[in-house]
């Protein structure tokens, strides 16, 4: 059954150069695609503030109520594959089939778990070989000695998404020098075979596809020729995603390709984008020897999404002391969720707070902010939440949880507390019974322990240390 009450979510649109409410085409269902990685080595930080971003939007969607297809493309084969391939001695095949597994474990690794399925581009030639068919068809495309190019004169709105012009192409990364292109910025859909290249037969010769041609080849099959949701990081706008909706629009004379399309900020690295052909990256691999899950998705989250981000050591160390306080104050509230006492911590208003800041173009800087101001709120009373305070704060900690995944559960001090607890209860016991010599007996063992005890009327609270 489709919800009826999903959330108004609003976020900002490459496309309109607005803050759009999201209207899914199918109610109550958005279809996401996004630009995955080449695989050809192990991913790097950068490539992970990507990731993450729209592993959150999507389990946000999900949390605000909507059913989420999140569709992703493998790039398999490409240039850097077949260079690494050679440099190596080690086939194209192994290279791409080994840095997938490599990328899944990191996917796993980082708590990236949203994505519905994996395309790989090597299983889609059908469906790449059609669309090229279908472009040649209408006259959007051309076959020369060396291959088969789009003609993007003949696509007058090129540069809608991006708002550059096409003389800005620079010929370079991914776009194919060649003399027999009618124009340079025509970028290539079919790659004629070349000596020691792999290929795949097609009415063109042997070759394989361009980079471009596997996105839309890959989203209709699963969506058809319009979907919800495109995103990718903004080094991808142009030329790629421009292209993407060229190819398109030319096959299904439909518009857009997608209706919303999500961009995220570069992380950067000195003074440039964090890049593997630049030399100015750090693994994820590596990162997250150092640091946990948590801490590397606190980290990339907080800051606007669109923005560029900094990585430098020192501003690594002190998100995560800012995340330290968010984390002790979670395990705060787990350890007082069952006392009585009285408390004026209001969680609903912070709730409200934090799905305001999600709604708003998905603002989880501002998330991180009110969940530090509630931390706050949380040391101010000593811990010494009750009963429902203590519950409405883990639900907060918990909702914010869910999406962005920056919360060690079932951590030291919450399992600790929960043992704690335990003890105690059954101390309570003995007392009923009246056997005190076994009660103190627990009581002497809890604080050799460093657990100091506090019997009260209104119960007993306990404190570590
Ligand atoms: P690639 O394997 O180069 O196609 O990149 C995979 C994804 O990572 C794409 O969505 C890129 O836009 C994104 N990406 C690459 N470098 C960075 C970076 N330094 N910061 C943020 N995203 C990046």
Redesign the pocket.
């Known amino acids: 059954m489709s919800p009826v009450n999903s959330l108004i979510v609003n976020i900002y649109n490459t496309l309109t150069r607005r803050l759009e409410e999201i209207v899914p085409m199918k109610r109550g269902r958005i279809r996401l695609f996004v630009?995955g990685?080449?695989v050809f080595n192990f991913i790097h930080l950068?490539?992970a503030?990507?990731f993450v971003l729209f592993d959150s939007l999507a389990k946000y969607l999900t949390a605000s109520g909507y059913e989420v297809f999140y569709l992703q493309n493998i790039t398999d084969i490409d240039d850097k594959t077949l260079k690494v391939a050679a440099q190596t001695g080690v086939p194209w095949q192994d290279v791409s089939s080994r840095f997938f597994e490599e990328y899944l474990r990191d996917m796993k690794a980082l708590g990236v778990d949203s994505v519905n399925v994996y395309a790989k581009a090597t299983l889609y030639m059908d469906e790449i070989r059609s669309q090229i068919r279908r472009l040649m068809n209408r006259g959007y495309a051309y076959e020369t000695q060396d291959g088969v190019y789009f003609h993007v004169e003949k696509f007058r709105d090129m540069g809608e998404l991006s708002g550059q012009k096409l003389d800005k192409v620079v010929p370079g990364s991914r776009v194919v020098p060649s003399e027999q292109k009618i124009n340079p910025v025509d970028f290539v859909l079919w790659k004629k075979h070349k000596a020691g290249e792999p290929s795949w037969d097609s009415p063109w010769g042997p070759g394989r596809p361009g980079w471009h041609i596997e996105d839309t080849a890959i989203t209709e099959s699963f969506f058809g020729s319009m979907y919800d949701i495109h995103g990718?990081?903004k080094?991808?706008v142009f030329p790629h995603h421009e292209a993407e909706i060229g190819q398109m629009r030319a096959i299904s004379g439909k518009k857009h390709l997608a209706r919303y399309w999500i961009h995220?900020g570069?992380?950067n690295m000195g003074a440039d984008?964090?890049?593997k052909s630049a030399g100015n990256f750090i693994m994820l691999r590596e990162a997250l020897k150092k640091y946990t899950r948590q801490q590397i998705r606190f980290f990339l989250l907080n800051a606007n999404y669109a923005s560029d981000l900094l990585y430098t050591e020192e501003l690594f160390k002190a998100s995560c002391e800012a995340l330290d306080r968010i984390q002790h104050a979670y395990d705060m509230a787990l350890e007082n969720v069952d006392r009585r006492e009285s408390n004026t911590l209001s969680t609903g208003y912070y709730l409200s707070r934090i799905k305001g800041h999600l709604d708003n173009n998905f603002d989880t800087r501002s998330v991180f902010a009110t969940l530090l101001e509630m931390s706050s709120e949380i040391f101010r009373t000593g811990g010494r939440l009750q009963g429902d305070s203590a519950s409405g704060a883990i639900e907060t900690f918990q909702y914010v949880d869910n999406i962005l995944g920056i919360l060690a559960q079932g951590s030291a001090a919450s399992d600790t507390g929960r043992i704690i607890e335990g003890i105690l209860r059954l101390r309570e016991e003995f007392r009923r019974r009246k056997d005190f010599s076994t009660s103190d007996m627990i009581r002497r063992i809890l604080e050799d322990s460093g657990v100091r005890i506090e019997d009260d009327a209104s119960g007993t609270k306990w404190k570590i240390g």
């Open positions: 630009c990685p080449t950068g490539n503030r990507t990718g990081g080094d991808l995220g570069y992380l984008k964090m890049s």
